[in-house]
Antibody, heavy 123, light 109 residues
Framework: EVQLLESGGGLVQPGGSLRLSCAAS????????MSWVRQAPGKGLEWVST????????YFADSVKGRFTISRDNSENTVYLQMNSLRAEDTAVYYC????????????????WGQGTLVTVSS | EIVLTQSPGTLSLSPGERATLSCRAS???????LAWYQQKPGQAPRLLIY???SRPTGIPDRFSGSGSGTDFTLTISRLEPEDFAVYYC??????????FGQGTKLEIK
């Protein structure tokens, strides 16, 4: 059974940093691109970032480019989202999600999602 | 950037009825790389349809997708109580940025 478990969310002040983790199980993690998608309270879904299956390529939405980084540890089956210079508008539930097809650097057809972790940016 | 516009914003129907949800793109969605997701309150989204019309394993066949180019449709043939949720369309593929539609809320009439 595929499972994605996010952690690391919480309350942080504007300008602060936070690191989210997503532990994966139930599939061959190193074969799939992984993404983060966020959802502000009461709002729709917004793609944030994707990392290729080998980890060599990363992609970001313009809204987070230069502030967020994404990485993965294929030996630990974990993907990370490092968030710096956080703003109030980054407040959202952050979901980790798995791409449907294997061996694609970037596709964003997301067949499994974690339950999300809430990030609140407020003073 | 391709903008996806979903209509209606809210759809009020009764169990057993047929639901038709629309997703219109501002530019042609190449390869019909269009997905539909279902999201219930407090839950993560669930992939319902990909490639405009393909269902992942485990998705009931009352859910169907159609369309190409700029106009796509999600149809739920006979609504079950558990189908009342928010539905999002999304373009995917090898070229970011990726966008989701703003969502259609399917509510019980």
């Amino acid at each position: 059974e595929v499972q994605l478990l996010e952690s690391g969310g919480g309350l942080v002040q504007p300008g602060g940093s936070l690191r989210l983790s997503c532990a994966a199980s139930g599939f061959t993690f190193s074969n799939y691109a992984m993404s983060w998608v966020r959802q502000a309270p009461g709002k729709g879904l917004e793609w944030v970032s994707t990392i290729s299956y080998r980890g060599g390529n990363t992609y970001f939405a313009d809204s987070v480019k230069g502030r967020f980084t994404i990485s993965r540890d294929n030996s630990e089956n974990t993907v990370y989202l490092q968030m710096n210079s956080l703003r109030a508008e980054d407040t959202a539930v952050y979901y980790c999600a798995k791409d449907l097809p294997p061996f694609r650097d970037l596709w964003l057809c997301l067949d499994y999602w974690g339950q999300g972790t809430l990030v609140t940016v407020s003073s | 950037e391709i903008v996806l516009t979903q209509s209606p914003g809210t759809l009020s129907l009764s169990p057993g009825e047929r639901a038709t949800l629309s997703c219109r793109a501002s530019q042609t969605v190449t390869g019909s790389y269009l997905a539909w997701y279902q999201q219930k309150p407090g839950q993560a989204p669930r992939l319902l349809i990909y490639g405009a019309s393909s269902r992942p394993t485990g998705i009931p066949d009352r859910f169907s997708g159609s369309g190409s180019g700029t106009d796509f449709t999600l149809t739920i043939s006979r609504l079950e109580p558990e189908d009342f949720a928010v539905y999002y369309c999304q373009r995917y593929g090898s070229s970011p940025p990726y966008t989701f539609g703003q969502g259609t809320k399917l509510e019980i009439k």
